[in-house]
């Protein structure tokens, strides 16, 4: 919508996307309007073309708004009693054109709340009206106008459940378990065992050392001074 008000004040020149938004702002504060878009894809001399209209329905009548270079092709009056009765008033506009349609697109009623955050359904039946008898046309268009007045229709975005969060849990998908944890091999199983207690010495090496320690200490010997070794007999030799 803040588009739409830019709009109204630049005025500035708009294409048919553009007036499709305008139209819908501007008819926002009139609820007994419904509101849906009507896309066209046609062919002419070796190329597509599209265009767009903001289909209109009130007091069991239909017309559109919109914005083009041909006047059949723009604003409808609130005169058609069906919705394929519409579409084929357009499809026979651009035959005046020598254009050939080939698809028609129609989107869900818009809603009128302005600060609305639901995208606009632009496209909710295709059909490919080149290769479709009028009758076929007809019997989709009215089918799809009945389902759309009995608000059975809803956007694409509603069919996938809305999460709420609950407090203290996350919106983010579940993590994956964690894997059980692998079998430790022998060096892991070496390196996770406790530290073992020095061994005991054997009972003859305990015994061995009970003795040593009760045996009485040897007394040392003095070695004799040189002077007195020529005393003894030890010759001396120099």
């Known amino acids: 919508m803040e588009t739409a008000k830019e709009m109204t004040r630049e005025s500035l020149p708009i294409k048919c996307l553009e007036a499709v938004i305008l139209g819908i702002y501007l008819t926002n504060g009139q609820p007994s309007i419904e509101r849906f878009p009507i896309s ?24 559109s708004l919109g914005m083009s270079r041909r006047a059949e092709l723009m604003d409808k009056p609130l005169t058609f009693r069906t919705l394929s009765d519409l579409v084929f008033d357009f499809e026979d506009s651009y035959k005046k054109y020598l254009h050939t349609v080939k698809k028609v697109k129609i989107g869900l009623y818009v809603p009128h ?6 995208p606009i359904e632009w496209k909710q039946l295709v059909l490919n009206v080149s290769k479709m008898l009028r009758a076929d046309i007809r019997k989709e268009l ?67 050392a009970v003795r040593l320690l009760r045996m009485p200490a040897l007394p040392e010997k003095k070695v004799a001074d040189l002077s007195t070794l020529n005393e003894v007999g030890y010759q001396i030799r120099i």
């Open 40 to 63: 066209f894809k046609t062919y002419f001399s070796g190329n597509y073309f599209h265009h767009v209209v903001l289909g209109i329905y009130c007091s069991g009548r239909y017309g």
């Open 113 to 118: 709340e302005p600060h609305s955050f639901q």
């Open 142 to 208: 009215e089918k799809y106008a009945r389902d759309m007045r009995m608000k059975i229709l809803k956007p694409a975005s509603a069919h996938s459940p809305t999460q709420v969060r609950s407090r203290g849990k996350s919106l983010s998908p579940r993590r994956r378990q964690a894997s059980p944890p692998r079998r430790l091999g022998r060096r892991d199983k070496s390196q996770g065992k406790r530290p073992r207690r020095p061994r005991r010495p054997h009972r003859r090496q305990q015994r061995t």
